[in-house]
C-alpha cells in the first residue's frame, strides 16, 4: 500500500432528481390546497378530498383517465379542456 488517499471532488450542493421531484410534488400540492381552500371546504373535506385527488392522480386506474387533464387544468387557472369535438364545445364543464 502507498498511503495515498484517493480524493473526490463534489459540488457544494448537487441537487438530486429526488429533491426535484419532491419540489414539484409540493408545489402541485400547493396549489391543490389553495384549490381546496376556494371551495370553501372543512378540514373534513379537504382531507376527504386530498383521499380522491391521491386516487385520481393514480395512472393505473384508467377510470379517472378523462378527469386528469381538467384537473390539471383547473390547478393551471385554465377553465376548461379542448373539447373532443366540435358538436361538444357549449358543454360548460364536460368530463
Avoid: H, M
Amino acid at each position: 500500500s502507498t498511503g495515498r488517499v484517493a480524493l473526490t471532488i463534489r459540488p457544494r450542493y448537487a441537487p438530486r432528481a429526488a429533491d426535484a421531484d419532491e419540489a414539484r410534488t409540493r408545489k402541485v400540492w400547493g396549489r391543490l390546497d389553495a384549490l381546496l381552500q376556494s371551495y370553501r371546504l372543512s378540514n373534513f373535506g379537504i382531507v376527504i378530498a386530498k383521499k380522491w385527488l391521491r386516487r385520481i392522480a393514480d395512472p393505473s386506474l384508467p377510470q379517472f383517465d378523462r378527469l386528469r387533464p381538467w384537473l390539471l387544468n383547473l390547478i393551471n387557472g385554465r377553465a376548461r379542456a379542448r373539447p373532443e369535438s366540435p358538436w361538444q364545445a357549449g358543454c360548460p364543464e364536460l368530463l
